[in-house]
């Protein structure tokens, strides 16, 4: 117990005062230090802040003008998507229809030739016919003049 440490210490009172003084100027000072510190960074804040609102209301306005941009050219999509669809089945239908052309085509020209055939067929029917009728005229002919001939 006698190693303890007294809990008060006595100081002689102008010792005290300029302790307290040194002390108070110093607080003084460090809050002067802080205020200054604090008043500079609200200024910076409030820079920074109005700096950022000005920056996100730009940004906010190109964001909505770059929407409308995607939201048109997604319009004009849809529109071109819709003409090229329209293309493909006008695309479609002219291939239906060069296909029936071509049928029709190639059966009339199968028709033409048989019907080619028939008229060969039929030139040479009536060559034979009219050269029979040739002969069956002179050999009438003949009969008429040997009867006519007898008698």
């Given amino acids: 117990m006698e190693n303890e440490l007294p809990q008060y210490i006595i100081l002689p009172r102008e010792y005290y005062l300029q302790l307290k003084e040194c002390s108070k100027n110093e ?20 820079k920074i802040k109005n700096t950022l609102e000005f920056d996100v209301d730009t ?7 770059q929407k409308s941009e995607i939201l048109r050219w997604r319009k004009k999509v849809c529109v071109y998507k819709m ?4 293309a493909q089945d006008d695309v479609q239908i002219l291939r239906t229809s060069q296909q029936i052309h071509q049928n029709a085509v190639k059966e009339l ?17 009536f060559e034979r016919s009219s050269a029979f009728d040739v002969q069956q005229k002179e050999q ?3 009969l008429q003049s040997d009867l006519a001939s007898k008698t």
């Fill in 83 to 86: 003409r090229f669809a329209n």
């Fill in 140 to 142: 009438i002919q003949q």
């Fill in 109 to 125: 020209t199968d028709k033409l030739g048989t019907c080619e055939k028939c008229i060969t067929s039929m030139k040479s029917t």
């Fill in 27 to 46: 607080n003084d000072a460090y809050n002067s230090k802080l205020n200054l510190a604090l008043s500079t960074t609200n200024e910076v804040y409030t």
């Fill in 59 to 65: 940004l906010f306005e190109e964001i909505q003008a």
